[in-house]
């Protein structure tokens, strides 16, 4: 695993410096400064670089290079993961914009975090929440003085992410379903590419240590509770978890059950490829006309969702020529101007009604230039939001709270659904 972790400043001094295995050693630190930080390689070239058989994997801050050097095939994921929770974890202690100076003045608290994170160059306990329980220094101070035995059950259990003896005057859970539509539409209007990336977040305001069950409408859940359920579910691939979640239940019955921290945090994350109901539908009619001297633009955006609701901060992006002089342009919905510096029509709705039908016309003059070149003609860009609609159709259908008070839990839940890539190409 990880041999040494090593904090150079821009000059490639080194500031503090971690041994935790002996195959590697301090000289390697001239190495790294001589072919990355006086190359100034940072930011053109990928962050890992091997030097004499020996794997440097580095990130910045600020003017400062967090490395970690190791000569064993190790997962660069997990490695990047450590130095960016690093990073996190001082931020907590020092402050968010601590730099050279900060760094310098609190070398005894830095050194007992890196004892603290790393054991033999594994990683262990990078929760703040946690840490700051027996690491008092900087600007983290303990929340209360726990118990030996509370202490001793939070360093080395399962639940770090969330200390006992909470306690909140109302119990009350926040969800937001977030969801981003990628779309790529060919100019004879076959789909190239039609995807939904969706992540749940949580605000939880719970007392004592609750078990959350939580439930999506997971085609392959709904079709073991029942064979007669009228609606179907969704096929939701690709999913990942905070590490709250029991990953041996979802992978035995597809539970997601969790015992969540404190405070926000995102869930999960998934994929939706098949059955996506597009917010929008856009058909354009681009025709280059007079001999290239104009270019006649029409444009009909149909919205899918229903009537009751409406997209906000509409914005379509549509490209013209380079050696546009002037553009006339008739939309009866929201407002379109031609933008010399985007090199494209733009065309803003505030509020955007469902299953509204708007129509944007504009003839360009084009500017007679001395090589005439053919137009590369880019997509159309699309903007939005639409909240409470959720483009993969996945809807939450029930999160239940156990605790041994018994208290009542107020459920809220919150869908947007926002344009990730969505192109159409004319």
Not at 2 to 8: A, P
Not at 213 to 236: A, C, H, Y
Request: charged share 25%; glycine share 4%.
């Amino acid at each position: 695993m990880i041999s040494m972790i090593m904090v150079l400043n821009q000059k490639g001094d080194v500031m503090i410096s971690r041994q935790y295995r002996d195959d590697v050693s301090r000289a390697a630190a001239d190495s790294f400064r001589l072919q990355v930080v006086a190359a100034k390689e940072t930011g053109t070239q990928a962050p890992v670089k091997r030097i004499e058989n020996c794997s440097f994997l580095y990130t910045r801050h600020l003017n400062m290079y967090f490395v970690a050097l190791t000569r064993s095939n190790v997962n660069p994921a997990l490695v990047f993961e450590y130095l960016f929770q690093k990073i996190r974890i001082l931020k907590a202690y020092l402050g968010e914009d601590f730099d050279e100076n900060s760094m310098r003045n609190n070398m005894t608290l830095i050194y007992e975090l890196m004892d603290e994170t790393m054991d033999f160059g594994y990683p262990q306990n990078c929760a703040v929440d946690v840490l700051r329980l027996y690491i008092n220094l900087g600007n983290v101070r303990p929340q209360d003085e726990p118990e030996p035995s509370q202490l001793t059950s939070q360093i080395t259990g399962a639940i770090d992410w969330r200390r006992e003896g909470i306690k909140h005057k109302r119990n009350e859970v926040y969800i937001d379903v977030l969801e981003s539509v990628n779309l790529l539409l060919s100019s004879t209007g076959s789909i190239l590419r039609n995807e939904v990336t969706g992540q749940v977040q949580m605000n939880t305001k719970l007392t004592g240590m609750p078990e959350c069950k939580f439930g999506l409408n997971d085609k392959l859940v709904i079709e073991k509770e029942s064979s007669t359920q009228r609606k179907p579910g969704v096929e939701i691939d690709d999913c990942t978890f905070h590490r709250c979640v029991r990953l041996g239940k979802f992978d035995a019955d597809r539970t997601i059950t969790f015992i969540p921290p404190d405070g926000e945090f995102e869930l999960m994350r998934y994929r939706v490829t098949d059955n996506i109901n597009l917010p929008f539908r856009i058909i354009p009619a681009v025709q280059e006309e007079h001999g290239g001297k104009r270019v006649s633009i029409n444009l009909k955006v149909i919205a899918n969702f229903s009537d009751q609701l409406f997209a906000t901060h509409v914005v379509i992006k549509i490209p013209v020529p380079k050696n546009t002089a002037k553009a006339k342009i008739k939309a009866l919905f929201g407002r379109a101007k031609y933008e010399p510096e985007q090199q494209a029509i733009m065309w803003r709705v505030k509020r955007f009604p469902g299953k509204a039908e708007c129509h944007i016309n504009a003839e360009v003059e084009l500017m007679p230039t001395v090589r005439p070149k053919a137009w590369s003609r880019p997509p159309i860009n699309v903007e939005f939001q639409v909240p409470m609609f959720t483009a993969s159709g996945v809807h939450v259908r029930f999160l239940r709270v156990y605790d041994k008070s018994g208290y009542h839990t107020q459920r809220w839940v919150r869908y947007i659904t926002k344009a990730g890539n969505y192109q159409i190409r004319i």
